[in-house]
């Protein structure tokens, strides 16, 4: 028997004479989804029904079973960045089990654990995508949601039941670590990792994090584990236990002029993680001869910055994005190594809006995570 269009259902062999019906039915009913989306930029997340692209020879259908909540998601879910295309189902930390494969997919098979993150595609030409950095494709990467694919059709994320991924933008997670607490790493964890790596982040460097929250705590956890001398930077005096709980060398309240004031021009590299407005001249004047700040929590609306404190002495500002296939699977690789998960609160789908408006308040620790087995509940 030939293989079909979509391994690993072995009802297929029960319609030998009709098996090419069969799959195809199959595929069909694959693309069914259900989930919750903003219809609007005012209106809160309701039940939604849709329907994915049909699976192909390089594709991986995913059972999701848990998601991760960025802020990101509220950004988009309330148009904030603009450019939003409604009805917007979010969602871009998905963990869950394969439950198919097209006939060409060689990483993954049925039943294996898998993760999606923030991009299901890119030109996979360009200089950016052979260096692996996919996440700076020449063309533009391809958003797990509110973006238009290759085809033009609009991509759903993964506050839903199901996803259909090319193999390429699939991950594998290790069955070591809890699935939940593996979800935020696909945006919030990778997206400190790499600036991590990129900028030395290691013994003998001091490396201090902006923001202790969904980003900052794994920022935090990355840079301790990397084994730098890390500094948390926090405005809540109520955190400083937490941070030293999750590996942090010093705790140091940005509220507190003095101690902000001590802390001049010793640092090498500094991780800022807040999406709210703040001075950044406070931090740049932190760092050493070379030092680095990197930016990767995104405000709302530009920020304020005087050029001189660049200039003198060298420092420089940078951005980082999130991190390439391969860096990716490296990161989860290396989580998995040091046992390494975001600290979550897992969340049913039915309590969504809520959880949008705890984070505005910053009232989690650290990262809400959806069960996605609740959208089974009335």
């Given at each position: 028997?030939?293989?079909?269009?979509?391994?690993?259902?072995?009802?297929?062999?029960?319609?030998?004479?009709?098996?090419?019906?069969?799959?195809?039915?199959?595929?069909?009913?694959?693309?069914?989804?259900?989930?919750?989306?903003?219809?609007?930029?005012?209106?809160?997340?309701?039940?939604?029904?849709?329907?994915?692209?049909?699976?192909?020879?390089?594709?991986?259908?995913?059972?999701?079973?848990?998601?991760?909540?960025?802020?990101?998601?509220?950004?988009?879910?309330?148009?904030?960045?603009?450019?939003?295309?409604?009805p917007i189902v979010p969602g871009h930390e998905i963990v869950g089990t394969v439950r198919a494969v097209g006939k060409e997919v060689t990483k993954l098979k049925p039943g294996d654990a898998a993760a999606v993150g923030v991009m299901v595609d890119s030109c996979r030409e360009c200089a950016s995508c052979r260096r692996g950095l996919e996440q700076y494709c020449e063309q533009g990467m391809v958003g797990t949601y509110n973006a238009k694919d290759r085809n033009g059709d609009i991509t759903y994320g993964g506050y839903s039941d199901v996803i259909v991924t090319d193999e390429h933008f699939v991950y594998g997670i290790s069955p070591k670590l809890n699935k939940a607490a593996v979800a935020p790493l696909l945006c919030a964890g990778i997206t400190t990792y790499s600036p991590l790596k990129h900028w030395g982040a290691g013994p003998g460097k001091k490396v201090g994090v902006v923001g202790l929250g969904g980003l900052g705590h794994m920022g935090l956890k990355f840079a301790h584990s990397l084994g730098a001398h890390t500094v948390q930077f926090t405005t809540s005096a109520a955190k400083k236990e937490d941070a030293l709980r999750l590996g942090a060398d010093e705790v140091i309240l940005s509220n507190?002029?003095?101690?902000?004031?001590?802390?001049?021009?010793?640092?090498?590299?500094?991780?800022?993680?807040?999406?709210?407005?703040?001075?950044?001249?406070?931090?740049?004047?932190?760092?050493?001869?070379?030092?680095?700040?990197?930016m990767v929590g995104l405000p709302e609306k530009p920020l304020a910055l005087s050029t001189g404190i660049i200039c003198v002495p060298r420092r420089s500002i940078a951005g980082s994005g999130i991190g390439g296939v391969p860096e990716t699977q490296e990161m989860l690789s290396y989580c998995a190594e040091h046992n390494i998960v975001s600290d979550v609160e897992v969340i049913p789908i039915q309590k969504i809006n809520e959880a949008f408006e705890r984070v505005l308040k910053g009232d989690v620790k650290y990262r809400f995570v959806i069960d996605l087995a609740s959208l089974k509940e009335k």
């Open positions: 028997m030939s293989a079909g269009p979509l391994e690993g259902r072995g009802d297929a062999r029960l319609y030998a004479g009709a098996e090419r019906t069969f799959l195809e039915r199959e595929a069909k009913e694959m693309t069914k989804s259900s989930g919750y989306a903003a219809y609007s930029s005012t209106t809160p997340l309701k039940p939604y029904s849709f329907e994915r692209r049909d699976p192909g020879p390089k594709d991986v259908v995913i059972d999701i079973e848990y998601c991760g909540v960025c802020h990101s998601d509220i950004h988009q879910v309330r148009d904030e960045w603009g450019g939003s295309m409604y507190d002029a003095v101690a902000m004031t001590k802390q001049k021009a010793s640092f090498d590299l500094i991780l800022d993680t807040v999406s709210a407005q703040h001075d950044l001249g406070t931090y740049l004047s932190m760092l050493k001869l070379d030092g680095t700040l990197v």
